[in-house]
């Protein structure tokens, strides 16, 4: 008997934490027990989040199983793309400089600016008037 061995990868962007569990089987991705196609409908979500398995080669090779929480669609299949990097990288070492020059194991530091006292929100003033 084959003993089945799981690979992890935790992804963030801006707001969005995604746990990433990787093994090997025969492609089948679910994010928070749905289909990819029904969890992200948008063509650009579904491709960025899946990208790192065709940068690596092993497209059709692995099964994923995503927790996602947190922030918007966007960001989480940008934290889905990184937490799927970073199992391939405990799966595969030799992956490592193909992954690092598509710039998928650099987190995005992009966060939203916090709100000041006084101000509307974070850059935006009340409306100044001379007289």
């Known amino acids: 008997m084959q003993e089945i061995v799981n690979y992890w990868g935790t992804g963030r962007r801006k707001n969005a934490v995604a746990r990433v569990l990787l093994r090997s089987g025969s492609g089948k991705i679910t994010i928070n027990d749905r289909t990819v196609d029904d969890y992200l409908p948008r063509f650009f979500w ?36 990184m937490g799927i990097a970073r199992a391939i990288l405990k799966l595969n070492p030799d992956a490592r400089p193909v992954l690092k020059k598509a710039g998928m194991l650099r987190r995005d530091p992009r966060m939203v600016e916090r709100k000041k006292f006084g101000q509307k929100g974070a850059r935006g003033k009340r409306q100044f008037s001379k007289r």
């Open 46 to 81: 579904k491709s960025q989040a899946i990208e790192p398995l065709a940068v690596a080669g092993v497209e059709g090779k692995v099964d994923i199983m995503v927790n996602a929480h947190g922030g918007g669609l966007t960001g989480q299949s940008g934290a889905i793309r």
